[in-house]
């Protein structure tokens, strides 16, 4: 059985904690998700070099899936890039070049690696998003609606508050809000499209600790000098304020893992 996947959701018919029934769509959504994410993660990880056969037998034994369901997780796994399959040979592990990296889910594997490989992609992705976030801001200056300018502004107050609580899991949720706001906010469909790449970022720097009980006042300050020159119309300071939220982002990263 696979670690943290319970008896009942192999079970299809099964009930739930609660005594709910769980529908056979249910579990073989969850068995699927878990089939995926365990031997992506495998993938990614290095447990499976580039080159290696798998094939299905051992990944339901493994698993305990089925063989459909098994076929099901190796179209994702192929459409990410991860894989390739062919009759006769099975499921071959593809090179990191054939990768689909602006995948959220291979992005989050990847930081849920080793500290070099986490210290890598952080590395890359802290990199996009200087080339991406301050253009997509000060294009939000000029195309935010009202609505997205309070967003913003609702987000930054929500972060100085659970700041000063404590809490980040809730500064984590207002700062994703936020970033992915202004992505949206900027009025093009390839920025915006990006908005799931820079979510597990954020999401990532807090899960593996590399972001402090305390979060940066000044962090908070620029995202509030976004926030503002956004709503006013202020494009060469919605850039600037966001570059500096780049920078501090990526120097107390640095600072954490020594890259």
């Known amino acids: 059985m696979t670690p943290g996947l319970s008896a009942t959701a192999l079970t299809a018919g099964g009930t739930s904690a609660g005594g709910s029934p769980i529908s056979r769509t249910a ?20 447990e499976h070099p580039p080159g290696t056969v798998l094939r299905a037998e051992q990944i339901e034994s493994a698993t305990g899936a089925s063989r459909s369901v098994v076929r099901e997780a190796a179209r994702v ?26 995948d959220p889910r291979v992005i989050r594997w990847r930081l849920d690696g080793t500290e070099a490989e986490r210290s890598e992609q952080l590395r890359t ?23 997205q ?12 508050r659970w700041a000063k609580a404590q809490d980040l899991e809730a500064y984590l949720d ?22 799931q790449v820079v979510a597990e970022v954020l999401a990532g ?12 006042p000044d962090a908070i300050r620029l995202h509030g000098d976004v926030a503002q ?31």
Do not use: C, K
């Open 125 to 147: 992705l802290n990199q996009l998003r200087a080339g991406v976030e301050p253009l997509a801001a000060g294009l939000a200056a000029q195309h935010a609606t009202p609505e």
């Open 77 to 102: 796994l192929e459409a990410m890039g991860l894989i390739a399959t062919r009759r006769r040979v099975g499921i071959t592990v593809q090179p990191r070049s054939a990768w689909q990296v602006y």
């Open 205 to 216: 720097r807090t899960h593996h600790d590399l972001m402090p009980i305390n979060p940066n």
């Open 27 to 46: 579990t073989r959504l969850s068995l699927h998700d878990t089939v995926v994410a365990q031997v992506g993660r495998a993938i990614v990880s290095g």
């Open 174 to 195: 207002a700062d994703v809000v936020f970033h992915t706001t202004v992505l949206q906010a900027s009025g093009n469909e390839m920025l915006a499209a990006l908005d």
């Open 149 to 160: 300018a309070a967003t913003l502004v609702g987000a930054v107050m929500e972060m100085a």
């Open 229 to 259: 020159a956004i709503q006013s119309g202020d494009a060469a300071g919605a850039t600037q304020a966001m570059q500096g939220i780049i920078d501090e982002a990526t120097q107390a990263v640095a600072a954490v893992v020594g890259s």
